[in-house]
Structures are given as C-alpha cells and as structure tokens.
C-alpha cells in the first residue's frame, strides 16, 4: 500500500470485494445490484474495525442489498482489510448535497488506515439551484434545466389516465382546482419513471391557468438541499425563509433524498410548518410512503401523512397501449394498434423505457421510409428484447423469487403448502406467465409438475391482488427490475 492515498485505499478495497462478488454471484444479479454501486467509502470506526458505506439511489435497492448481500460484502471486506468492517447502506443524495450542520465528522483514521474521502461542504456548481431569487417561477421563465422548472408541456392534458394512477390524478385534479383547503399535503409515491413528476407539473400548470400570479415552485429535493447548505455558508436563513415561506404551491420532488440531512430536515419543517398554516399547498414525490422513508425524522413523515398519500402503480397493458398511441399522435405518426400492443407487451418497467422504445421505433421507421408494422418494431427494438430473451427464463425467476423471500429453490417444485412457501411459489408462476413465452402446461412442469389450472389459479390470484396491494405490487416491480436486469 506504499504510496496508496487513503480514498485510493479504500477505492482498492472496493475494487476488490466486487471481483470477488462477480466470482460468487451469478452475473445478472453482480450486474444488477452490485456493478451499478459507486466504490464504497470507508472510515475507521471508534474501536479497530473499519465502517464501510455504499451509497444506493433508493430504499428498494437498499432493503435488497441489506437481505441479500449485506452480510457477504461484509465478510469479503474484512477479509481483505485485514480488519473487522462493518457495511452501512446510505440512501444517495448525489454526493455533494449533503448538508454541513448533519454530517457527524468520521473517526479520524490512523495514517496508516484507509480514509473516507472528505465531504464537499458546498455542493459542487451542477447541483446549485439555476435561480437563486425570490421564487415565483413561471413556464414562460423557464430556463435551460427543465428539472428546477415547471415544464408547460407536463399537464393533465399530456397525462395518459388509467387505473394505475387514478387516485393519484384524481386528488391531484382536486388540488388544482382547489388549493390548500384538502389533501394538504399531497404525498405521491411510486417507482422510477411512473409519472410522478409529470403529475405534480400538471398541478402547477392547472393552477397559473387559473391565477397566473399564483406563486408556484417546482424543485427537486436536491435543490432543496443545495439552497439549505448555500444559505448555512452565507447565514442567509432570512433569504431562505423569505423564498420557501411566501409560496402558494410548492412542488417537491423526491423528498427521499432528505434523508440524513438533519438542517435540511428542520428548514423544511419550518417551510413546511408556515406554508400550511397560510394555506398554501405543498405536493411531494417520494419513492415510498411516508412511514417507509428512511433517516428521515419522524416528525416530519407523520406530517407527509398528515393530508392524503396516493400511490402511481406501474400502468397496465392496456395504459401503456394508450401511452403509445397517444405519444405517437403527438409525434404526428399514428401508430396501429397491434404495434402498440407489441411494443407494450415487451416493454413493462416503466413510462419512460415505454418512451424510448416508442423513440426508437418512430426513429427507425423514419429513416428507413417503412411503415410502423410489427416487423418494423421487432427490428428497431431487438437489441432490447435479446436481452430479454437471453435474461428471462424461469429457472432464473424461480431463484430470484425464492432468494427474495428466502426459501430454498427446490420449493418452487416441491408439493409443501405452508403459505411461505406457497405463496412466493406462486409469484414465481406468475412472474413465469408474464415474463416468458411459456403456456400454462409448460410453467406447470417446471414447477414440479403442476397442473395448468394451478398456474393460472396463481396468475390470477397474484394479478388480481396486485391492483389493491400496492406492497406486493412494489415487491413485483422490483422482482421484474431484477429480472430484467
Ligand atoms: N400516464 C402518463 N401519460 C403520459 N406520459 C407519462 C405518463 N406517466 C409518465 N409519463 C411520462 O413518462 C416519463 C417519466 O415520467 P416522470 O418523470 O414523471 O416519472 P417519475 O415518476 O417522476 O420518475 P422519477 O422518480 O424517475 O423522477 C415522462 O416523460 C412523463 O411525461
């Protein structure tokens, strides 16, 4: 280690715990939980050991990571530090954004002892709020960096409806239509890429329809945090105040990433506080519901529970058939019918992945003067659905599924009923049915030899229960996500 700088140490030490886990695990799983992890920063702990922190983007991957590996990454990293080393999973604020007043200073390390990098105390110029003044933000002021901004074209009218979002654009469409009398706050929570942002612009176009002098905020939750450390250098609280307090409607988006960041915490619990006593709305994604935000203090989650908290779903079949159909009309290229339907077959994470393959069809047929037809999407879109292919099949869904809710793989084909192990065998089917080309007989041999009323006893079960269990419904997402890769 002659010459290895600290951060180079610990960089090193990554480096090699994750060759070890790529030899462990099998490389889907590598790829899809541990590769896309920045190096873990490592700090000496008060005694001799070591604390390792892995930064992961949302509570998902975290819980995941903390069942599934937690205990093995541990064990690889102490046997190569030489040192006991602890993992600790800290939900990603993107780096720099962390508050200076909730960062604890970590054990200083001895010079010979890997250190943690040291923490930005300002964040870094790509993260600063594009606009720093007094805060009516307006469509037609909207600046480069759509993110901070309201976006005129994200409105009720653009928003596909469908069962997945209903509640959410239901009380949604209630609040635009009347501002800080109920729902306050509005708290919508769901996947990645599910309209949540979308949703809450629409709210902000309604209303400057409606009252163009309304005082309306869009921002991320990071740019929240950027102002809260800005204003903590400068002792510029008074600003801070002056431009969260006078709002009518302020728009949060992924207040997750509030987690850990104790002064950004309390200045939006005082932002919080006096917006709801004037009246004013306040609307905020999240990746979760309130009660599920980690490190996040709980006075402020009783109050992000405290007005109405809806879920967006992934959309259905059908949703995302209508998604298509109506972002291709507006790209002025009608798209048929049984080409959406394909497409929204084979494409199922998420609106914006539905985007891009919708881009890369419309693209496709473009350049080469054909028409949108099946085949034409088969071509444009073989990339991706080689990967499925190659990804999905359903030995691979019976492992994912029986490590996730920890049972033994040989219990997706035994005939044991205990509901722990029923019930996961039964996602497997139904995973099984949505995710492969198999029919119901061939998914039955696979899971022991089941009948095929079985299996589709347990499709519609699971499929059913998944439109009114919005935890199972996280849980499947996230099984799908895997498996995808
Ligand atoms: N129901 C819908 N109808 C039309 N477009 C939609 C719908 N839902 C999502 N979209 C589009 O999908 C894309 C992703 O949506 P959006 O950015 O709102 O997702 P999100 O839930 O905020 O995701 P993230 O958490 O990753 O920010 C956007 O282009 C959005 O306009």
Known sequence: MVGMGAADWAADLWRRGCERLATELPEQQFNTWIRPLPPATVAGDSGDGLVATLKVPNHFKRDWIRRQYAARIEAILTELAGRPTRL???????????????VAAPAMPQPHQPAAPAQAAEPSAALRPVVNTPTIVLPSQAPASAKHRINPQLTFDTLVPGRANQMARTAALHVAGAPGITYNPLFIYGGVGLGKTHLIHAVGNALLKDRPDARVLYLHAEQFISDVVKNYQRKTFDELKAKYHSLDLLLIDDVQFFAGKDRTQEEFFN???????????????????????????????????????????????????????????????????????????????????LEGALRKVLAYAKFSHKEITITLAREALKDLLSIQNRQIGVENIQKTVADFYKIKVADMYSKKRPASIARPRQIAMYLAKELTQKSLPEIGELFGGRDHTTVLHAVRKIGGERQKNSELNQQLHVLEQTLKG
Do not use: C, Q, W
């Open 88 to 102: 600790e999973l800290a939900l990603a604020a993107r780096d720099a954004a962390a508050a200076p007043a909730s």
């Open 271 to 353: 932002a919080f506080e006096a917006l709801l006593a004037k009246r004013a709305h306040i609307i905020m994604t999240s990746d979760t519901y309130p009660k599920g935000l980690v490190d996040i203090d709980e006075r402020l989650t009783s109050r992000f529970d405290a007005g109405l908290t809806v879920a967006i779903e992934p959309p259905e079949l059908e949703m995302r058939v209508a998604i298509l159909i109506k972002k291709a009309d507006a790209e002025g290229t009608p798209m048929p019918e049984d080409v959406a339907f394909f497409i929204a077959k084979n494409v199922r994470a998420n609106v914006r992945e």
